[in-house]
């Protein structure tokens, strides 16, 4: 019997800018170019914003006219829990959190990227790369079966196992968090976040309480060995006992210095380029800017290399000082024992310490007053000598 030979016929099609993910970095990037460009955003599930991976609290500054509607509260007030029980209560008259519906978020850059022109794939994965003289191949695989795109610009924005960043850069990330998160019923409107650290609580993070109108969202992340879901399950049991779950969540959170972000004619953006805060793990503000840098770029460039270069040492520019900070902090915190903790705790409660955070604490730029804090507080050089010293001269 003889075999037959299965043809299948790849369409190929040119196009300006080719976006690998349709998350909010992704997406914003689209909304800006596609102005002027032509922009396919090509997303591999079947609806923009699912499956939710984030616990959706974000700075104001990352909230715009058209995620507005997102919000789902305000946040003023932040406790924070060290591993022997001791408090850091802050209180701000103004808004210095606000929790979101990721969901929504990502489905309103979405539409108005489409609004401005861009057109979105769902369902339809990159199963390869070829960067070519002038342009990149992608190999796709979705609804319409298997189709060959070519693009003169492809914006990896799939996440922190993007299968594109390979190309930029072979580097891994310094940390790579696991997270989980329930999704719990309530009834409370409180404009308070919890967060809970230690070495049995959430190993390398922080465990976090925040409510989000007619829910409240319990996780934590950690870069150790114990599975983050039975981290969480004993947090539940200890911390809040009967509660009813409404879902359950789960991802990853890449933490590192800024690193290459282009190469040829392929851009890294948000979490596939490791934009997140090494503090907080968020990512969002990151890569909204990250986004907008980029956009300016191409748009003032073309789609050229040249402008990916630009885009590299713009964000660099901005935001490598502040980075660098965050990571010496991230570094001191995940080697201090919950003893240095509980102390460390202590002295920050102190008035004058309490004062500054309340007045000046960012979620976006929490390196930018540890000079200050240090300062105020000199006491705290004795944690971890050489690199909070590292911090009061840069």
């Not at 879901?229 to 359950?248: N, Q, T, W, Y």
């Not at 956009?295 to 040492?313: H, I, V, W």
Request: hydrophobic letters at 40%; a positive charge; aromatic letters at 4%.
């Amino acid at each position: 019997m003889r075999s037959r030979k299965i043809s299948i016929r790849l369409e190929i099609f040119m196009i300006d800018i080719a976006i690998v993910g349709g998350g909010p970095s992704g997406n914003r990037a689209a909304m800006h170019l596609s102005r002027e460009m032509d922009v396919t955003v090509f997303e591999e599930h079947a609806s923009v914003g699912a499956p939710v991976q984030c616990a959706g609290l974000i700075s104001p500054r990352a909230v715009c006219e058209r995620t507005r509607d997102s919000v789902r509260n305000e946040i003023r007030r932040f406790v924070l829990h060290s591993p022997g029980g001791r408090e850091l209560s802050l209180h701000s008259r103004d808004v210095r959190g606000v929790v979101i519906d990721r969901e929504a978020y990502d489905r309103a850059l979405s539409e108005a990227a489409e609004k401005n022109g861009a057109s979105v794939r769902l369902s339809c994965r990159v199963s390869d790369v070829k960067p070519a003289d002038d342009c990149v191949k992608l190999l796709l695989k979705g609804e319409k079966g298997r189709e060959e795109i070519s693009a003169r610009i492809v914006v990896a924005a799939d996440g922190p196992q993007s299968a594109v960043r390979p190309l930029v850069t072979e580097k891994p990330f310094d940390i790579t968090y696991r997270g989980a998160q329930y999704v719990v019923k309530s009834d409370s409107q409180e404009d308070q976040v919890e967060m809970w650290i230690g070495r049995k609580i959430a190993p390398g993070f922080f465990a976090w309480k925040i409510p989000a109108g007619e829910e409240v969202r319990i996780g934590l992340c950690t870069c150790g060995k114990t599975p983050p879901m039975k981290l969480l399950d004993k947090l539940m049991r200890s911390k809040f006992g009967e509660v009813k779950i409404i879902r359950k969540q789960a991802g990853l959170i890449p933490i590192g210095p800024i690193g290459r972000l282009s190469e040829g004619r392929i851009a890294l953006l948000g979490d596939a380029g490791g934009q997140t805060k090494p503090v907080t793990g968020g990512g969002i503000f990151l890569g909204k800017r990250a986004a907008e840098i980029l956009a300016d770029c191409l748009l003032s460039f073309g789609n050229t290399m040249s402008a990916l270069r630009k885009y590299e040492l713009s964000y660099t520019d901005q935001f490598e000082r502040e980075i660098s900070r965050a990571m010496l902090i991230r570094r001191i915190l995940n080697d201090l024992p919950d003893k240095k903790i509980d102390r460390a705790v202590e002295l920050l409660s102190s008035p004058d310490i309490v004062e500054i955070l309340e007045d000046s604490g960012d979620i976006d730029y929490p390196g930018s007053i540890s000079a200050a804090i240090l300062r105020k507080a000199p006491r705290l050089i004795q944690f971890a000598p050489s690199l909070l010293k590292h911090l009061l001269v840069h």
